[in-house]
Each structure stands twice: as C-alpha cells, then as structure tokens.
Nanobody, 126 residues
Framework: QVQLVVSGGGLVQVGGSLRLSCAVSGRTGRYDYAVGWFRQTPGKEREFVAA??????YYADSVKGRFTFSRDNVKNTGNLQMDSLKPEDTAVYYC????????????????????WGQGTQVTVSS
C-alpha cells in the first residue's frame, strides 16, 4: 500500500551538497512507519545510510556529521541533506520504509525493510 518516490541526486563536486527527498504516499500519515536511506554501488551490497524511527535518527558512521535526516510534516516527505560530499559517497541512493520498530530491530540490514522506492544516482567528482 505504501509507495515511496525519491527525487534529487545528480552530479556535484567534492565538498558540495545535495538533498534527496522521499515522498510517502498511499496511506495517511508517515510516522507509523520508519523511513530509511540506503546506497549501493555496482558489485557491492546495499549499504545503510540513515533512518528515522519514532523520534530517533540513526546514521552510518561513514556519514555522521555530514548527512542530516529531516522530515516535512506537511508534505509527508523525508529529506536527506548531504553536505561535505566525498567521492566515496557516489552511489545509487534508495529510500525504504517499514513499520515502526522497537527493541533490537536490525534496521541496518536491507532485508529488514518492506517497501522500497526507486534509486537515484549521486555522483561526486574528484
């Protein structure tokens, strides 16, 4: 029922910024669902980037201090603000959703998420 549409991405120089948006539709409200961001490069497993669950935010060590997850309560959209971008950030980025979780839920694992949006390419030139 839930559908996710990702927008943003593109080409940016090292040290630049981009914002990705994940629009949630097909149901009323967002916050009975957790939303996550993953990224993937050819030949590698899908990598956890960030997530929001309840009022908690989680970030991969590789992006802490540079990426910020925020939400637009009116548009029911989650945003990933990416600053100080590095060539290592180059990947296809995906948005995902799953019901709100608690306890020891393995949110870092891509298979723990139920709904996925389409990927968007982020390329950071060096």
């Amino acid at each position: 029922q839930v559908q996710l549409v990702v927008s943003g991405g593109g080409l940016v120089q090292v040290g630049g910024s981009l914002r990705l948006s994940c629009a949630v539709s097909g149901r009323t409200g967002r916050y009975d669902y957790a939303v996550g961001w993953f990224r993937q490069t050819p030949g590698k497993e899908r990598e956890f980037v960030a997530a929001v669950n309840w009022n908690d935010r989680y970030y991969a060590d590789s992006v802490k201090g540079r990426f910020t997850f925020s939400r637009d309560n009116v548009k029911n959209t989650g945003n990933l603000q990416m600053d100080s971008l590095k060539p290592e950030d180059t990947a296809v980025y995906y948005c995902a959703a799953t019901p709100l979780f608690s306890g020891s839920y393995d949110f870092v694992r891509a298979t723990s998420w139920n709904v996925w949006g389409q990927g968007t390419q982020v390329t950071v030139s060096s």
